[in-house]
């Protein structure tokens, strides 16, 4: 429901409004032209990707006036764009060519800059040490010699550090981080702030006291809520008192502060900040977001037993999510399309041959393709009815008893085999298993256990490794619903996998076929087909 603190510490950082160091009454017209153009370029850089080419266009004007400020400031600003489109390489390119200037015009802030959108690219690759000595050096953040460009600096820089330890699970550090970071913007002086100094310091203050909310909030350890929900009023706030400021990040404040408030089991709260990301989300176009906010009023309304509000808000939830989908498949396909256009046109003056050799392969395609599924629908109707078999034996049956518990393992006392045992069936009759990202040093630590032990239990007893033991109450859990509950057969394959505990649908579909045979979409349809067959066992 809502994005890890990492991540929006991330995007924060690589938005780094740039503050010319320089006097803008001092430079003569045709600079004053270009700094000018580079302030409108980052005055609607805010969360956006900046067109590269326009700023190629001012670094060569710069270039041709040799005006070395505007040329560092514009390298610095591809140098972060690149980095934005994950095009590390290039960045570092531009970033070696800044800094060498940047030496030469003993511009701390700009070499400042230029590190810490390197430390953004170490932690992006999950280099994490090498961003942390990025990050503590310090050498030039101490040198900026304006107060507030200097805070600025250090706040970006706790704040990335703050999302490092986010990533490497040391919440503690993260906390400290995040809060030295609040304390560096704070301690701005507001007097004589420029216009960009102003957009920078309000953005990083609401930013922050929000992550200061996220950190308080989802704490794995010792959650504070009373302290989170008075940073969240502090960021929302502004709203307020700076609704041109509050602007920049709206969306990402009412989405944590609707996570907080479902955690909190103050639902209509939840709903109520959700259906302000979607209001916003109308006017900035943002179909991920969207699709957050859905799930977090789906699963608002489902907290409040409100099953009419859950399903038309499900409903959207898994339209928008295969729409997206769709539209990804759509860009490959296009992409694909103007490969053929190319070759098509390469090979224009034997097209009737190769129109011959398509078709030709085509026949040959189908003939392959109808007896292969020939051959894969005796082979699905044949799982499928193993399957609705033993479906209707497990009601007619008690549950078999593990022919491998009188086994014993040479390492495990027979007491505590027993007890894990135990457990472990408790935790098969439980929907814990369903939870996403479960792994076997969460269930241990549930069980009480080791892993090593666990690994061994599971070996022993259920014939599988963790992952595949895992996969198959899954599935299981999941055949069952669609067997038992014809309401289920209704659903889109995209929510029976996050039903079940899955990340994506493909790895669903896979694990499916792997433990039944057959894919889901087979097994309902032959479900819906065959009502009445089904009772009698065929």
Request: proline share 2%; charged share 25%.
């Amino acid at each position: 429901m809502i994005k890890s603190f990492s991540l929006i510490s991330l995007l924060l950082s690589i938005f780094t409004f740039y503050q010319f160091p320089a006097q803008t009454s001092n430079l003569k017209n045709e600079e004053k032209l270009i700094m000018g153009q580079y302030d409108k370029i980052e005055y609607n850089d805010v969360g956006r990707i900046t067109n590269m080419d326009d700023i190629r266009k001012v670094v060569d004007q710069s270039k041709k006036i040799n005006f070395k400020p505007g040329e560092i400031r514009g390298l610095v600003l591809l140098q972060r764009n690149a980095l934005r489109r994950g095009n590390y390489t290039l960045s570092e390119k531009y970033g070696d060519e800044a800094e060498s200037l940047a030496y030469a015009e003993n511009d701390n802030y700009s070499l400042s800059l230029i590190q810490l959108n390197r430390a953004c690219v170490a932690i992006e690759l999950g280099l994490y040490p090498e961003a942390k000595t990025i990050l503590e050096k310090k050498e030039y953040g101490e040198k900026i010699g304006n107060k507030a460009n200097r805070n600025i600096y250090f706040s970006n820089s706790y704040m990335l550090l703050a999302g490092i330890y986010s990533r490497t699970g040391a919440k503690d550090s993260m906390l400290y981080y995040t809060r030295k970071s609040l304390d560096a913007i704070e301690a701005t002086p507001l007097a004589g702030l420029t216009d960009y100094q102003k957009v920078r310091y309000y953005y990083l203050e609401i930013f922050q006291l929000m992550n200061m909310g996220i950190a308080y909030a989802f704490h794995p350890e010792k959650p504070r809520v009373d302290l989170a929900e008075s940073y969240f009023r502090k960021a929302l706030a502004y709203s307020v008192t700076h609704p041109q400021y509050f602007k920049l990040c709206d969306i990402e404040v009412y989405e944590s502060v609707s996570a907080f408030y479902y955690k909190k089991k103050e639902y209509e709260k939840s709903i109520e900040f959700s259906k302000k990301v979607l209001e916003l989300e109308r006017i900035k176009k943002k179909p991920e977001e969207r699709l957050a906010a859905y799930e977090g009023i789906k699963d608002a309304y489902n907290a409040l037993g409100n099953s009419t509000q859950e399903l038309k808000y499900l409903k959207l939830y898994t339209g928008l999510n295969d729409s997206i989908k769709n539209a990804q498949k759509v860009t490959v396909i296009n992409q694909s399309r103007k490969k053929i256009k190319t070759f098509r046109d390469a090979y224009n003056e034997n097209r009737l041959i190769i129109a011959l050799t398509a078709l030709g392969i085509i026949l040959l395609i189908i003939a392959i393709a109808w007896k292969y599924n020939r051959k894969k629908e005796y082979e699905y109707r044949k799982k499928y009815d193993e399957l609705i078999h033993g479906l209707n034996r497990e009601k007619n049956q008690p549950d078999e008893v593990d022919g491998n518990k009188d086994q014993g393992i040479s390492n495990i006392s027979s007491e505590t085999e027993k007890k894990l045992l135990k457990k472990l069936a408790a935790f098969e009759n439980s929907d814990k298993f369903l939870k996403k990202g479960i792994n076997i040093a969460y269930l241990s630590h549930f069980l009480n256990t080791n892993p090593k032990y666990l690994s061994e239990i599971i070996r022993e007893h259920k014939s599988r490794n963790f992952n595949t033991y895992i996969n198959s109450l899954r599935i299981n859990y999941i055949v069952h619903q669609l067997y038992n509950n014809p309401k289920y057969r209704e659903y889109k394959i995209s929510y029976l996998a996050e039903e079940c505990g899955y990340a994506s649908p493909q790895v669903f579909v896979i694990a499916f076929k792997k433990e039944k045979g057959v894919t889901p979409s087979y097994f309902i349809n032959q479900l819906n087909g065959s009502t009445v067959n089904i009772g009698l066992g065929t």
